[in-house]
């Protein structure tokens, strides 16, 4: 009775921050990245000695369990990474890289005040730089796409769902998925 007791207390005092979802522009992208197109080039980079540059394809599935809000951002400062949308639709959801990537994530910035969402269709192709937070809502029941990441020697395919932020678990040790709800008190709520 008494986790039922804690969990309603952190709901209620739960701050909701509200994002207008809007298409994905050059302009839009600057504190985050940048979008390809066919007079831009993009150049993924990853660290020397923290594994290589790999593209793999995805397909993210909607899970109807899942809140259509966004509570867990993921962050990297080793790697930059891109987003092909193959087939599809998903709103990519960002806030700048923190000053200091080399803290612990537990005191990383995260910039709510500077939180943007796009909307990525097909044919899609954005671009975010290290240390930038991110996280995906999948707008029908699923969305295939290239995801230009990093990767060890001998790691395969990243398998990925929506799934329920509360229970996630994750093998990638180089990404932190940080449940901003439980650190920061603090929700995203999506607006269409």
């Not at 599935?61 to 962050?75: G, H, P």
């Not at 796009?118 to 930038?132: Q, S």
């Not at 060890?152 to 799934?163: L, P, Q, Y």
Request: hydrophobic share 40%.
């Amino acid at each position: 009775m008494k986790v039922k007791e804690a969990a309603r207390k952190v709901e209620q005092t739960t701050r909701i921050v509200t994002v207008k979802v809007q298409p994905l522009t050059r302009e839009g992208m600057k504190l985050y990245g940048d979008i390809l197109d066919s007079d831009h080039p993009i150049f993924p980079q990853v660290d020397a000695g923290q594994g290589a540059v790999a593209m793999e394809i995805n397909t993210l599935e909607r899970n109807s369990s899942v809140r259509q809000t966004l509570d867990q951002m993921a962050v990297h400062g080793s790697y930059t990474q891109s987003f092909i949308v193959l087939k599809g639709s998903m709103i990519m959801v960002y806030a700048p890289a923190a000053a200091d990537l080399s803290c612990p994530v537990e005191d990383m910035e995260f910039d709510y005040d500077n939180l943007a969402a796009f909307v990525l269709v097909e044919g899609d192709i954005a671009h975010i730089n290290r240390g930038v937070w991110h996280g995906v809502v999948v707008l029908n029941d699923s969305c295939r796409f290239v995801n230009i990441t990093r990767k060890n020697a001998g790691e395969g395919t990243t398998n990925i769902i929506e799934v329920d932020d509360e229970n996630v678990e994750y093998s990638r040790k180089y990404i932190e998925l940080v449940n901003i709800r439980r650190r920061d008190k603090r929700q995203i709520v999506l607006e269409l």
